[in-house]
């Protein structure tokens, strides 16, 4: 589909015929614009020669056709690169940091907080001393060892064993809930 199939012939007549002769002089202009603008906010082409082609059609609408076809078309080519040169200045993009962090993201955060409810369930679901010391490690205010220690009355060396022990039983009783892919990425 092109430009020449959406221009309504009652709503300008001849605009087939004034679109198909600028059409080329309209695409050169548009491209020498962007190209020239370099130094500045990047222009796109395809958008520039959009933008032409909308006040032509609203010209041709109202007052008709140029009566100095090439002159207009590089005067509106360069308007429209001002405006849209002096529009990308002061546009500041919606939330860039959530692109750079998608722990940001809304998406990421939902999916975030199901992970932990379904690690806090099945933490729920060891055996007593075992849920007691992950939900211990797992607490927000990050406590060290130590504290850890002294909060459940065991020795501080016996922490780490335990822990490996309890994450060994965790795993496995994961392991059982979810199948694991066979190797090579095929699924049962």
Same mark, same amino acid.
């Given at each position: 589909?092109?430009?020449?199939?959406?221009?309504?012939?009652?709503?300008?007549?001849?605009?087939?015929?004034?679109?198909?002769?600028?059409?080329?002089?309209?695409?050169?202009?548009?491209?020498?614009?962007?190209?020239?603008?370099?130094?500045?906010?990047?222009?796109?082409?395809?958008?520039?020669?959009?933008?032409?082609?909308?006040?032509?059609?609203?010209?041709?609408?109202?007052?008709?056709?140029?009566?100095?076809?090439?002159?207009?078309?590089?005067?509106? /080519?360069? !308007?429209?690169? +001002? @405006? #849209?040169? *002096?529009? %990308?200045?002061?546009?500041? $993009?919606? &939330?860039?940091?959530?692109?750079?962090?998608?722990?940001?993201?809304?998406?990421?955060?939902? /999916?975030? !907080?199901?992970? +932990? @409810? #379904?690690? *806090?369930? %099945?933490?729920?679901?060891? $055996?007593? &001393?075992?849920?007691?010391?992950?939900?211990?490690?797992?607490?927000?205010?990050?406590?060290?060892?130590?504290?850890?220690?002294?909060?459940?009355?065991?020795?501080?060396?016996?922490?780490? $064993?335990? &822990?490996?022990?309890?994450?060994?039983?965790?795993?496995?009783?994961?392991?059982?809930?979810?199948?694991?892919?066979?190797?090579?990425?095929?699924?049962?």
């Amino acid at each position: 589909m092109t430009l020449l199939d959406h221009v309504p012939a009652a709503a300008a007549p001849g605009a087939p015929a004034v679109v198909r002769a600028l059409y080329p002089l309209v695409s050169a202009e548009a491209m020498a614009e962007a190209a020239a603008s370099a130094t500045g906010p990047a222009i796109e082409p395809a958008d520039l020669e959009q933008s032409v082609w909308l006040r032509l059609l609203e010209r041709l609408a109202g007052e008709g056709p140029p009566a100095d076809s090439a002159r207009w078309v590089r005067d509106c /080519v360069r !308007a429209e690169a +001002r @405006r #849209a040169r *002096r529009t %990308a200045r002061f546009e500041r $993009p919606y &939330r860039d940091e959530a692109a750079a962090d998608p722990a940001g993201c809304p998406e990421w955060m939902a /999916v975030g !907080a199901d992970e +932990r @409810r #379904a690690l *806090r369930a %099945a933490v729920d679901r060891l $055996p007593a &001393r075992c849920a007691r010391l992950l939900s211990a490690m797992l607490a927000p205010s990050d406590p060290t060892y130590r504290e850890i220690a002294g909060k459940l009355g065991m020795s501080q060396g016996s922490l780490g $064993p335990v &822990r490996s022990r309890c994450l060994g039983c965790l795993r496995r009783m994961l392991a059982a809930e979810v199948a694991a892919p066979e190797p090579w990425g095929k699924e049962r």
